[in-house]
């Protein structure tokens, strides 16, 4: 349950409320839907070996609709799968030949280390096959403007529906709305990875910071669950900040 406001929020604030109310509400409808596949899209990590190094590239994770999700159950995005893609080029120092492509599949997990090309390529078909199969594709991410440039690296093309998730303001909304701020699950990613300053979520400039990074897909797992039960906390905070305005109006006027 929400903490009572101590005073009337600004304009400024209620602003940026609503727009984190918006953001957790598109999240809401995608999650709830069975024709919405819902991705995160970021910056794979750079691997070294000994004869060469391999460069970043592309990250897609997806979480799509169970086929026969249990009646009334949230959790309904749990087929997950994982494409890293990174491109391997040979270090300056060795005197190996270049390194060949490599392609590795288990499961929900697929690696590729090959070219930008077929990276781009491959990338592609992904958004393409979603496309055709759910309808919609909702992209996720904690910084969007690093997942349209990861995006753009490889001149992805977004589908003719989609819907775009800012978790970071998602984030922010759900925390305002729980007396405990960020659920215990998220603080492995979000302590070393997430600055609060006045109510406002922001990530860490740079590269993801800590042993566990900031991958999106993690805060996916947990935000999209919980994103239903907190569509109602942003019109209860507004009533209560007009009640505390017209509170505070009636208090200056009795005084003056």
């Not at 209620?14 to 069975?34: F, G, I, M, P, T």
């Not at 400039?205 to 942003?234: C, I, K, N, T, W």
């Not at 209860?236 to 505070?248: G, V």
Request: glycine share 4%; hydrophobic share 30%.
């Amino acid at each position: 349950m929400a903490q009572p406001l101590k005073r009337p929020l600004t304009e400024a604030e209620l602003r940026r409320a609503e727009d984190c109310a918006d953001e957790n509400a598109k999240l809401a409808e995608c999650w709830e839907s069975h024709q919405v596949a819902i991705v995160t899209c970021e910056p794979a990590d750079e691997l070294s070996f000994p004869s060469y190094l391999s460069t970043s590239v592309l990250t897609i994770e997806t979480l799509l609709p169970l086929e026969q999700p249990t009646p009334g159950s949230p959790d309904r995005k749990k087929k997950q799968q994982q494409q890293k893609m990174r491109e391997p080029k040979r270090d300056k120092r060795s005197e190996s030949s270049e390194p060949r492509p490599c392609y590795f599949e288990h499961r929900s997990y697929e690696r590729l280390d090959v070219c930008t090309q077929v990276a781009r390529l491959k990338a592609s078909m992904t958004f393409d096959t979603l496309a055709k199969e759910y309808g919609t594709v909702c992209i996720a991410g904690y910084d969007l403007r690093e997942t349209r440039r990861a995006m753009e690296s490889l001149s992805i093309e977004t589908p003719a529906r989609v819907v775009w998730v800012d978790l970071m303001k998602v984030l922010e909304h759900q925390a305002r709305g729980d007396a405990g701020g960020i659920p215990a699950e998220l603080h492995r990613y979000t302590d070393d990875n997430v600055t609060v300053r006045n109510g406002r979520y922001d990530r860490v400039p740079g590269r993801p910071q800590g042993y566990y990074g900031m991958p999106s897909v993690r805060l996916l797992e947990v935000l999209g669950p919980a994103a239903a039960a907190h569509r109602a906390d942003f019109k209860k905070m507004e009533k209560e900040s007009a009640a505390l305005k017209r509170m505070a109006n009636k208090a200056r006027n009795g005084s003056s």
